[in-house]
């Protein structure tokens, strides 16, 4: 893969540079590192967690963001419309174009694609703890966990407003997908602004096959079982400690998160026959 990117560069008369990560946190490093050094692009070749770490290191500057996936999930890779095959991704270097997109802050730390507090935020601790990954191994993470997790009243307060409800699941949306395809925001865009606030209750288990059919084909929305909110800011409290995420990567239980939109503060690149549709 090194030679393919090597050589697609050299094609197109561009200079790159290939880092190793070492350890949590480096990824951001280089990426500060090439953005201070004028470079325009740096490529984040892994999944959402990677992503998110490069784009740490990219965001408020003038250096943009590319993929080149290979997760477990790539959520944003896919709402973006980046191949998941790397000689297509590859062409990003030649063709792909740059784009500016939202992202927005949890507690203060970035987020770009969807971050999430309740149910997924425990299946995603549990899940960052398995040596195996992928849709199976998560999938069986969710049945084991599933009837062991409560509902849990939220107060969410958004743009001068509040609304208590019940839920098993928050999913806070910049883009549409956890990953694998599974639109847990069908309507969201990376460019509108907003947050899409996804308040998912707890179902029976009859119910489950009709949801997860929804959920894949980008009809999650119309389900009665979720409610979507958008909002620039929220303020989402609860009466006891949840489990939360950031873009899949788990952080401990807690009561508040302080959620914030920031505008189209991180430029990416993408196929150009996308573009219309992030």
């Known amino acids: 893969m090194e030679g393919k990117i090597i050589d697609t560069c050299a094609q197109v008369g561009k200079v790159c540079e290939i880092q190793y990560t070492q ?25 959402d967690g990677t992503v998110n770490e490069v784009a740490q290191g990219l965001v408020h500057s003038s250096t943009a963001l590319g993929i080149l996936p290979k997760g477990s999930g790539n959520g944003l890779a896919r709402h973006l ?86 839920a098993f699941v928050i999913a806070l949306a910049n883009s549409s997908q956890f990953g694998n395809n599974a639109k847990v925001a069908p309507l969201a865009s990376v460019r509108d602004q907003l947050i899409d606030i996804c308040l998912i209750r707890k179902l029976p288990l009859r119910d489950a096959p009709l949801f997860l059919a929804r959920l894949f084909s980008g009809t999650a929305h119309e389900s009665i079982y979720t409610e ?51």
Not at 124 to 141: E, I, W
Not at 230 to 258: R, V
């Open 228 to 278: 979507t909110i958008q909002a620039q800011t929220a303020i989402i409290s609860t009466q006891q400690p949840i489990a939360y995420h950031i873009d899949g990567e788990p952080f401990p239980p807690i009561q508040q998160l302080t959620v914030a939109i920031q505008p189209l503060s991180l430029h990416v690149v993408l196929p150009t026959a996308h573009k219309k549709k992030i």
């Open 81 to 166: 419309g980046i191949p998941l095959d790397f000689s297509q991704a590859i062409e990003l270097i030649r063709s792909g174009e740059t784009y500016a997109m939202d992202t927005f802050l949890v507690n203060g730390r970035l987020s770009v694609n969807v971050s999430g507090i309740g149910f997924d935020g425990h299946v995603a601790g549990m899940f960052g703890q398995k040596s195996k990954r992928g849709l199976l191994g998560y999938t069986k993470l969710v049945l084991q966990e599933f009837r062991s997790f409560p509902e849990f009243t939220v107060t969410l307060q958004h743009d001068q407003q509040t609304t208590i409800r019940s």
């Open 23 to 47: 350890h949590r946190g480096h990824a951001t490093e280089l990426a500060k590192e090439a953005a201070k050094a004028g470079f325009p692009v740096v490529f984040a070749m892994g999944g």
